[in-house]
Antibody, heavy 119, light 106 residues
Framework: EMQLVESGGGLVQPGGSLRLSCEAS????????MTWVRQAPGKGLEWVAN????????NYVDSVKGRFTISRDNAKNSLFLQMNSLRAEDTAVYYC????????????WGKGTTVTVSS | SYELTQPPSVSVSPGQTASISCSGD??????VSWYQQKPGQSPVVVIY???KRPSGIPERFSGSNSGNTATLTISGTQAMDEADYYC?????????FGGGTKLTVL
């Protein structure tokens, strides 16, 4: 069974940092683009970042550029999101998802991890 | 930056047809996916590449995309279809989501 499990969320003060992880199983992780999508409380889905199979290409939504870094370790079947200079508006559930790039959609999603930025 | 616009809410009676629109500039030139999200759950794709259904998605879900508007259609809507629905397209390598539509089956 294909599965994605996120971890690393929690409560952090404004200006602080967190590192999210997403562990994949049930498929060859290194063959897929991966992405992070977030959802603020009571709000819609917002794409955050994605990364190519080999990590050679990374893309970010403007609001996180320079603060967040997406990375991956294919040997450990893991995706990461390093989040620095966190703001209240970064409060959300963060989902990792597998991207079927040639077909243009996200076909496997994790259950999400909650990040709360508050003093 | 590219934007997708959805109606905040749509209501439908059980057994009837629900249509959810998603509009964007020349959206028909892009592939659109649709995701269903029920409360407390992760999103699930119901339509990709405008019209295709992943395995396991009921035939009552269909999609179209032309001009500036993509449409998700649910025929014979069931109570279990009550959920939030999001359209999604790509702007080069960035994913763009619509604001979401809450489908109420009443």
């Amino acid at each position: 069974e294909m599965q994605l499990v996120e971890s690393g969320g929690g409560l952090v003060q404004p200006g602080g940092s967190l590192r999210l992880s997403c562990e994949a199983s049930g498929f060859t992780f290194g063959n897929y683009w991966m992405t992070w999508v977030r959802q603020a409380p009571g709000k819609g889905l917002e794409w955050v970042a994605n990364i190519k199979e080999d990590g050679s290409e990374k893309n970010y939504v403007d609001s996180v550029k320079g603060r967040f870094t997406i990375s991956r370790d294919n040997a450990k079947n893991s995706l990461f999101l390093q989040m620095n200079s966190l703001r209240a508006e970064d409060t959300a559930v963060y989902y990792c998802a597998r991207v079927l790039w040639s077909q243009g959609y996200m076909d496997v999603w994790g259950k999400g991890t909650t990040v709360t930025v508050s003093s | 930056s590219y934007e997708l616009t959805q109606p905040p809410s749509v209501s439908v009676s059980p057994g009837q047809t629900a249509s959810i629109s998603c509009s964007g500039d020349k959206l028909g030139d892009r592939y659109v996916s649709w995701y269903q999200q029920k409360p407390g759950q992760s999103p699930v794709v119901v339509i990709y590449q405008d019209t295709k259904r992943p395995s396991g998605i009921p035939e009552r879900f269909s999609g179209s995309n032309s001009g500036n508007t993509a449409t998700l259609t649910i025929s014979g809507t069931q109570a279990m279809d009550e959920a939030d629905y999001y359209c999604q397209a790509w702007d080069t390598s960035a994913a763009i989501f619509g604001g979401g539509t809450k489908l109420t089956v009443l």
